[in-house]
């Protein structure tokens, strides 16, 4: 019998604090959570990190660990866990915690050791029991004292379990943490055990509902005792966790399912569909959207099977013995094809039949299968386009417009197949050309790989060629099913040029554009502006910024004073080589020609741009990627991207007809407007030209830089930008990752990019366009005036089409009508949610994921009371 008896509480070190020993544990995620702000614990790190060592003999009685000095040969040294420094003390115990093997069905898989976060706002003898109960099981441990700490070392180390202190709220609300951390996709096979105050026995037991409501998988009675503290965590190793690590093995097995050239077909013992792969896609003509959830009866089936044979397999199969023979299936085309069929009954809990799993391939020793199979590989060699031999399958042929390109009168069809390797005068003549497209490269690569694929191969690489030969390869293609309302308006008003339908009714563009500055007083310098303009400028700096209180106590001219002291911080001045006077001029000749009216498009958006630039030039991988020219560009495109808009969207000019959609044939109209403007405005004035002084190459690569990063933020090439960023940025940069683990692999990434000056462009067209569309990210209650603002902007557009008799591009956004909470909620769905994980993949900003997170949960709740308007804080203030 082993008897685990609880350690001796360790003794304070020096300045009060405890020290302790565990290991560091590993892995990453991507956050979508708010946690409270505390000042508990100041004293104590935010996040301790142990390293594993031998607990003290019961008969030792308490010992205080002293700090080794420097120069010892154990030496106390500093880790950083999470970003927050940490003491750790290593021990001359043996390494705890060794990989474990676990066997399902066939595969065997290993276990690293287990890693638990405790999160306690205090040290206490609960807290001491859990984490000497870790290094008792040998489990790899850290402990968190704050909410923010908290989430950024699970973003860091995404531990199997964690422990919530849920006996006081005065520190943090453990249920808040708790929804942020099941917020995140990987927390899904994470078990969060709550730590509960111990009922009297004339206490009623509460109920466990809220806990799980919450998110938390079980809940512990307050209990110090290591013994206590060691069986829940061995329990819930052996039970939650090590379920949880077998689900996540099944990742696997689909993913060699999917990849699979059979044709794989799951039912339930019902012989209800659950799986198919895109193997049995294509060979059935379905999309699997199509047949899971069906059950097999309400499938077409084929008449050339005899009358008794799907008897015969019920019976069979039934019994738990395996079937296989051959079965006519009918496609979605209607055509019957002969299969090979193998379908194994699969026995699960009980011993009962679960499962049933098909595998089925062509069987061709069916006429229609040889002539299918014929058809596709011959007719890249044949220009026999007889009726009679392909007439029945002609459905069925995918492949003939995805052939290679043959010169009819060069070979006839007779002597074609004794030549399959042969290259036919017109291909060979686009093969020798000497400039050659991308895209052709890549088809020609497509069609030579055909001639010697198996079938299900070639009908792949057909599907790869018909989805290269659209124009839009990075625009999603919305169901027509089902839609949202909201999001559908929310697309077809952003990201297209409207219906086209020209009318009389054109709108008119500001024509008093303010092409001088000098009948504006100007503003004092950055370092003379007025004391409470001073001070709120201290802060800007920092996410939480309120931009609606410097537009207030500037008298809506925000853009100036950011603007100075923002550019001062980067240097702008100095690089482009013009005085502080000058720069001025211009900031104030730029928010002149922002129109006050709008209630969105305006001055103050653009200075919350540039303020999100900022601070996005900022994160040290964004910044050890760009150059100055980079981030002068940046800084620079901010703060013009909007100038002159009109609060209309491209899809209302060019619906209008309007002389600037004219201008630029309907194609990124305001964009195209922001930047001519901006530059026609700059160098028109010697007084407010802040190119003026920089050589001309130097201003031509910093011009290009300014046009490509306006022309990124109109949103018809969103998701074509977004795709880029992630193929070319994050996933390189994560294999990276994956592959290198010395401590300068994080630099090594980022001089990878700066040699590519394609990935600088991408990076910059990505910071901008999360910086245009930052609102969703910022604090609760901007992100409510902003969503108020663009609303009502939205509602004038809706409201002046109708006036006009001009297509209603958006016909949610009715101010009579429209759900504001709905119309967030889509907008983060379809445009925010994939862009700022990419984004924060790259430049880390846990801040903006907190607030996304929370902000969501907001306008869901709202959305489940049925509001359908928000009450600005503005108004409040009224």
């Known amino acids: 019998m082993l008897l685990l008896l609880p350690p001796p509480p360790a003794a304070p070190g020096p300045c009060g604090r405890r020290r302790f020993t565990t290991t560091i544990s590993q892995g990453t995620t991507t956050l979508h959570g708010l946690f409270i702000k505390t000042d508990a614990a100041d004293s104590i790190p935010s996040v301790l990190a142990y390293q594993s060592r031998q607990q003290p003999p019961p008969s030792a009685g308490p010992r205080r660990k002293e700090r080794r000095e420097p120069g010892a040969s154990a030496r106390a040294r500093a880790t950083r866990c999470c970003g927050v420094e940490a003491e750790t003390q290593t021990s001359n115990a043996s390494a705890k915690g060794s990989a474990t093997e676990v066997q399902i069905g066939p595969m065997r898989l ?45 973003l860091d180390k995404h531990q199997e379990i964690i422990v919530i202190d849920h006996r006081n709220s005065r520190y943090f609300d453990a249920e808040d943490i708790c929804r942020s951390i099941r917020a995140t996709k990987p927390s899904e096979h994470t078990v969060i055990l709550a730590v509960v105050p111990r009922t009297s026995a004339d206490e009623e037991e509460t109920s466990v509902l809220p806990l799980l409501n919450a998110g938390f998988d079980r809940q512990f009675k307050e209990n110090s005792s290591i013994t206590a503290c060691y069986n829940e965590l061995v329990q819930i190793e052996h039970g939650e966790v090590r379920s949880q690590f077998k689900l996540r093995a099944c990742n696997a097995v689909f993913t060699a399912l999917d990849h699979c050239q059979e044709a794989i077909e799951i039912t339930s013992e019902d012989h209800v569909i659950q799986y198919v792969n895109p193997a049995f896609e294509r060979m059935m003509g379905y999309h699997k959207g199509e047949l899971i959830g069906k059950e097999l009866t309400e499938l077409p089936k084929s008449d050339k099977n005899c009358a008794d044979l799907l008897d015969n397999i019920n019976t069979f199969i039934k019994k738990g013995k395996e079937w296989q023979g051959v079965y006519y299936a009918r496609t979605k085309t209607g055509d019957s094809i002969q299969q090979h069929v193998k379908i194994t009954p699969v026995i699960g809990q009980g011993g009962k039949i679960r499962h049933f799993v098909s595998l089925k391939r062509l069987h061709c020793t ?35 417009d995805s052939t290679d390109v043959k010169s009819i009168t060069s070979q006839s069809s007779d002597a074609a197949p004794s030549l399959p390797t042969r290259r036919y005068s017109s291909m060979a003549r686009i093969h020798s050309m000497t400039i050659e497209a991308p895209i052709t490269k890549v088809i020609n690569i497509i069609n030579a790989a055909q001639e010697n694929s198996p079938i299900t191969v070639a009908e792949a690489l057909d599907r790869v060629l018909e989805i290269l030969r659209t124009t839009e390869l990075y625009s999603p293609q919305l169901g027509t099913k089902d839609e949202d309302p909201h999001t559908s308006d929310l697309v077809g008003g952003l990201m297209t040029d409207g219906l086209r339908r020209l009318s009389g009714n054109e709108y008119v563009f500001s024509k008093n554009v303010n092409l001088s500055h000098s009948h504006l007083s100007m503003p004092n310098t950055i370092n003379d502006v007025p004391p409470c303009i001073a001070q709120l400028l201290d802060n800007e700096e920092s996410w939480d910024f309120n931009i609606f209180e410097l537009e207030a106590i500037t008298n809506k001219r925000p853009l100036v004073y950011l603007g100075l002291k923002i550019f001062a911080r980067f240097g702008v001045s100095e690089f482009l080589n013009c005085s502080e006077g000058v720069l001025r001029a211009w900031l104030q000749m730029i928010e002149a020609n922002y129109h006050s009216s709008n209630s969105y498009h305006n001055s103050t958006h653009a200075a919350d741009v540039l303020h999100a630039t900022a601070f996005f030039l900022r994160k040290e991988r964004v910044k050890g990627s760009l150059d100055h020219l980079d981030e002068v560009a940046a800084l620079i495109a901010a703060t013009i991207h909007d100038v002159d808009h009109p609060g209309r969207t491209n899809s209302f000019l060019c619906n209008a007809g309007s002389e600037l959609a004219v201008l630029y044939n309907d194609t990124a109209v305001l964009e195209s407007h922001h930047t001519a403007l901006a530059f026609q405005l700059t160098i028109k004035d010697s007084k407010c030209n802040i190119f003026k002084n920089i050589d001309r190459n130097r201003y031509r690569t910093l011009r290009q830089a300014i046009i490509d990063m306006v022309l990124a933020t109109e949103m018809t090439k969103h998701f074509e930008h977004v795709n880029k960023f992630v193929n070319s940025i994050n996933k390189p940069m994560a294999s990276e990752e994956t592959s290198s683990h010395s401590e300068g692999s994080d630099c090594e990434c980022t001089a990878n990019i700066k040699n590519f000056p394609d990935n600088q462009t991408l990076i910059k067209r990505m910071m901008i366009k999360c910086a245009d569309v930052a609102n969703p990210c910022r604090p609760l209650e901007l992100c409510i005036e902003w969503a108020g603002r663009i609303s009502e902007e939205y509602f004038a557009q809706t409201d002046e089409e109708k006036r006009q008799g001009l297509p209603v591009v958006m016909p949610v956004f009715d101010r009579n009508t429209c759900s504001i909470p709905k119309s967030q909620i889509s907008f983060i769905d379809y445009f925010i949610t994939d862009m700022f994980d990419a984004w924060d993949a790259f430049a880390h900003l846990p801040v903006l994921m907190q607030h996304l997170a929370n902000n969501y949960k907001h306008w869901k709740t709202l959305d489940e009371l049925k509001c359908k308007s928000v009450r600005l804080p503005s108004e409040n203030n009224n």
């Open 110 to 154: 290993t276990q690293d050791p287990i890693q638990v976060l405790l999160i306690f706002a205090k040290e206490d003898s609960q807290s001491d029991g859990f984490w000497w109960a870790c290094d008792r099981a040998g489990y790899r441990c850290n402990i968190a004292r704050t909410p923010e700490s908290a989430l950024e070392c699970f």
């Open 366 to 400: 069916n006429e229609n299968n040889k002539q299918l199979y014929k058809s596709h590989r011959d007719e890249k060699y044949t220009g026999d386009n007889s009726q009679s031999e392909s007439h029945s399958f002609k459905c069925k042929n995918r492949r003939k």
